[in-house]
């Protein structure tokens, strides 16, 4: 039996007369909304959030390729209560601006989908590819990705709230260092 959090009913298969049926020999309704654990929080840590890839090893303004970040993301999630499992399907949102730097009006950009169980690990991570296509005639593009679904068996459905979703930039040390320094606003 799926439950989805949106929907927050029983998909049943089968008539609404075997739903009497049922009833009558002590399975209950099927058709009856059934309590449903909410979805994980998701994070964008303000570190990884924003981006900045400067061409050599100068950083000015000058030396700016693309500057990007997360400006939100659009997500759901839904509960297998046979299988004991939670799957998470989020979709990142991206805005980029060309630097004075680029070569070229096409940027490849990698972020991170991660999730933290409740103890505090991280069990899954994945790297995903974004080209950032500009038009001639404009420095800016948005871009809603591809949806990224993540599945986590679960001992107990009601321990799903408790995990932690995270999304930001794949960056390198320096990158991450520059974040870190000069702030993200």
Partial sequence: ??????????YALGMVSLGGLLSACGGGNPFEEQPVPV??????PKD???LVQFSGAGRDLTDVIV???????LGDCGYDLDDKELDVIISPIITAELGPAAQNRNVQIKYFVALRDPNGTFIQKSVFDVNMAFADNLNMARIRDEQVTLSV???DVWTGPDYEIYLGFQLSADQLEYNRRFGTD
């Avoid at 039996?1 to 029983?10: D, E, F, H, K, W």
């Avoid at 979805?39 to 964008?44: G, K, M, S, T």
């Avoid at 500057?67 to 993301?73: I, K, M, R, V």
């Fill in 153 to 155: 068996p679960l001992d």
């Fill in 1 to 10: 039996m799926t439950i989805g959090n949106g929907l927050r009913r029983v």
């Fill in 48 to 50: 990884t959030a924003k």
């Fill in 67 to 73: 500057e990007a970040e997360f400006t939100g993301y």
């Fill in 39 to 44: 979805c994980p929080a998701a994070y964008l």
